[in-house]
């Protein structure tokens, strides 16, 4: 059985109209299962556009996006919407927690859709990542009465909720304070350690160094892709994992 | 069941309570907007309501005095069609000129035996009367009247007129040579009161005094103003025939059934039956075509509620782009989501229904309180209100049909947003 939990082969994803753009250009990628990937580049290089491809929340113009095994190029807009409510988990840079929802509520929202678990298990399951995430007091609370840091793990609790084997992050730290970014990313950390797929966009460098692996991305091409252990390779290194 | 289905209906009721928890959220956290669309869809219904029991009420009430005052059916003593001649039998010829034809004896053939093969099978009773046509001479005014020999034993059988008696008795046409019951309308034309006299000249130039013994009043202005009963000898000398039985006058259990009877009639005796339906078809029309209008305008009036709908679906929609580009994103199907708006607009639209089938009670209520002065009778009519479930259920389902129709089309459309555009724009 492989332990590639996410590939991406030749994806191009392209903006047609009187002026064509592309915003992701022919990147080869593969991320194996327990790894943290942090994707980096400038403003505008495309990092989220290829993310948003990997997690399936976009289709590529050309090329394939390979989940667990499963090619998803030919799957219908529903089977996709299947695969992100079971596979893969999304944290974005705001919350986007149901307002009028409390945080168990909010955890509870990708179970539910699910419709696998009983209502007992699914609200066993909620408080045990609340708690894990050390919001076991915020519950019952809103959105809007929870601290931006506090929102943003509930919306990582919401990502985790159906165990997906891959969690997408775009920019989960850019609107927090140090301490929170700090948190945030130690879950993160966690998330991986503890065998699933987790990559993250940021712009900071410092924590994109804590990854397991790093790409940096220019103009919708993988420019460089750094190891952990600080080696840098090309393009063609990253097409084959680390 | 298997087991397979047993799980898809287990995962499709635990998404229906998600999408019922999150629509019941999102109206119940716009209380002002919600209540808005509420009291649109509960007007529409409840006057929905109240101008159908209201119309229904009046046409009902106008269809029983129709009923009440005529013969149910009526067989004449004429042919739908004019019988052969023996110049068509003989010569078989196309066409024909200056050729008399026969004429066949007025009245109807043996009316004794044929009322007795009526009553053999008919849902209800027949008695005989005479029509023809006199004129009525009192104190220098003439008038043209129907004059309806009838026999008062049989004919408290076939009708309404004892009801209809406003003085005298219809057994008082027994007790007076020449005696009439006319209708009040005409009496106060002419100025009489029972007791007067007055002359009737019949068709053959008949001229008689006849005593008026009774005053009717039937509803219904030209049958008060234009009817005259005698009895059956005293229309038959008016009509210059005697012993002719010119009319068979059919009274049912079921007056709905007319139509159908009086073609039976027709088809058993050779005579012309006409039923109330087909006497009256050019009134009957009008109420279809009166039906038509009201049901528009009813019509009309849902739809219109419904825009209140429209309008709140559209703005939440609009508001929740973000939520619907997050629901998208965790894996939610589009016509999940979709689902959600519609079932907020039903929300809306149960609750609206439930006050306005309220409303609407209350208002045939009021209405059945309200009197009108009628200026023809002198007295204060009530308004006549039909109550039937089939008006509350027709204008509630229209209704709902409306409000899940309105909100159909911005939920679609604000379902079709792509999430990252969302995503991106927020970001």
Redesign the interface.
Known sequence: MSDVALEAVGLVRRIEGAISHTLVNGIDLKVKKGEFLAITGPSGSGK?SLL?LLGL??APSEGEVIICGQPTSKLS??ER??????K?G?V???H?L????TSL?NVL??M?????MS?TEMRERGLELLASLGLKDHADKRPNQLSGGQRQRVAIA?ALSNRPEIIVA??PT?ALDTTSTEQVFAILREIADSGRTVVVVTHDPALAARADRRLNIVDGKIQEMSLGDGRVSSAAVAAAGP | MSLDLVLVA???A??T??LL??AW??VT?RVRQTLVGMAGVAIGVGFTIMMAGLMQGSQIDFLRQLVDTMPHITVQDERRSAPAQPADRDYGAVQMSSVANVGDRRGIKYPDTVMRSLRSWLPGDVAPSVKTTAIIDHGGGRIGITLVGIDPRQEVRVSKLVSQMRQGQITDLNHSPNAIIIGQALAEKLALKTGNTVTLIGGEGTEVTSTVVGLFRSGLQRVDEGQVYSLLGFAQLMMGQSGVINELRLRLDNPLIAQKVATQVEAQTGYKSVSWQEANSDLLSSFSVRDFIVLTVMGAMLLTSSFATYNIISTITHEKR??I??????????Y?VRRIFIIEAAIIGVAGMLFGWVLGYALCYGWSKITIYDSFTGTNVPLSIYYSPMHYIVAGGISLLCCTGAAFFPARKATRV???EI??G??
């Open positions: 989220s948003y929340l976009d807009e529903s919407a299947d695969v992100r409510l079971t893969c999304f974005f840079q705001f986007f149901l307002p009028e929802f509520q929202l990708p539910r859709a699910a419709g696998k209502e919401r775009d920019e850019g | 287990d995962v499709g635990m998404t309570n998600l928890d999150i959220t999102h956290a973000q939520d580009a997050i629901m998208k994103s965790l894996g939610m199907r589009e999940s792509h999430p990252v995503i991106r927020a970001s």
